[in-house]
């Protein structure tokens, strides 16, 4: 059974940094794309930042170029999104998203997600 779970979200003040930390089980981690998308309330689910299963390529949404950073650890099956200069616009739930195309079938598991809240 595939688990994704996220970590690391909460409140903070604009300005701030925090890492989000999103844990893998049950796929062999190494062979997969992660991504982090958020949501804000009533908005569509927009994606953050993408890492290759590599690691050799990342990209980032515009709004957050230069501000977050998105790694991987294939040792821990984990990736991680550090998120710095937070903006109150940055408020929304973050959620991490594991996917792998093998012989024409893909392969696509969600995290529950991680409230992220930049608020003075």
């Known amino acids: 059974q595939v688990q994704l779970v996220e970590s690391g979200g909460g409140l903070v003040q604009p300005g701030g940094s925090l890492r989000l930390s999103c844990t893998a089980s049950?796929?062999?981690?190494?062979?997969?794309?992660m991504t982090w998308y958020r949501q804000a309330p009533g908005k569509e689910r927009e994606l953050v930042a993408r890492?290759?299963?590599?690691?050799?390529?990342?990209n980032y949404a515009d709004s957050v170029k230069g501000r977050f950073i998105i790694s991987r650890d294939d040792a821990k099956n984990t990736a991680y999104l550090q998120m710095n200069i937070l903006k109150p616009e940055d408020t929304a739930v973050y959620y991490c998203?594991?996917?792998?195309?093998?012989?024409?079938?893909?392969?696509?598991?969600w995290g529950q997600g991680t409230q992220v809240t930049v608020s003075s």
């Open positions: 049950g796929l062999v981690f190494s062979t997969y794309a």
């Open positions: 890492i290759t299963s590599t690691g050799g390529t990342t």
């Open positions: 998203n594991a996917k792998r195309i093998l012989i024409g079938k893909t392969y696509d598991y």
